[in-house]
């Protein structure tokens, strides 16, 4: 796993956040990671945890999936 987060790291690009969209979620913990991925225009949020995702990331047209579809769409676009 520390390898797989360093090479994430490693392609990371610093993004200065021009809107806070808070609150859109039902836990707070996760406004973070919604917030992120709409100002850094993220491809999608990869997680377990989509159902909590989901009505939110619908009003940006942000795409929910979990690691495993994630893991298969990798495999498949090498």
Request: some cysteine; hydrophobic content about 40%.
């Amino acid at each position: 796993m520390d390898t797989i987060l360093n090479i994430l790291c490693a392609q990371g690009k610093p993004k200065k956040l021009h809107y806070l969209w808070r609150p859109q979620l039902t836990d707070e913990q996760d406004e973070m990671v919604l917030e992120l991925a709409i100002n850094a225009a993220a491809d999608a949020i990869v997680t377990f945890n989509c159902n909590d995702f989901l009505p939110a990331a619908n009003k940006f047209s942000m795409p929910i999936i979990t690691p495993s579809k994630y893991y298969h769409w990798l495999k498949e676009n090498k």
